[in-house]
């Protein structure tokens, strides 16, 4: 299976950019699914994900600002960046994984991720 991010770019802040991330040899309507970012010098943080009935969760910092959805029919997955700020800068990831978890969809572990694509914000 191969995830592939595209979307990312270059933004002021205020602006929007929608991500996507579309997958090949797996379906995302039975997957869990996720999205992740890194800045310079920081840990990677979860953002968003959702799971295979549609579940959705958010970092308190991108709630009301950041969504996530899915296209079955395209299996590609999104996440729509609004209101964005210069601290959303950095490579944003997207992952996938067929089994559940009790652990927080930001902690769980992943089987395949995304190379990455580039956020930018500037203020």
């Known amino acids: 299976a191969q995830l592939v991010e595209s979307g990312g770019g270059s933004v002021q802040a205020g602006g929007s950019l929608r991500l996507s991330c579309a997958a090949s040899g797996l379906t995302y309507s039975t997957y869990y699914m996720g999205w992740f970012r890194q800045a310079p010098g920081k840990q990677r943080e979860g953002v968003a994900a959702i799971t295979p009935d549609g579940t959705t969760t958010y970092a308190d910092s991108v709630k009301g600002r950041f969504t996530i959805s899915q296209n079955n029919d395209k299996n590609t997955q999104y996440l729509q960046m609004n209101m964005l700020e210069h601290e959303d800068t950095g490579i944003y990831y997207c992952?996938?994984?067929?089994?559940?978890?009790?652990?927080?969809?930001?902690?769980?572990?992943?089987?395949?991720w995304g190379q990455g694509t580039q956020v930018t914000v500037s203020s």
């Open positions: 992952a996938a994984d067929p089994r559940a978890s009790e652990r927080h969809p930001f902690s769980r572990a992943y089987h395949f």
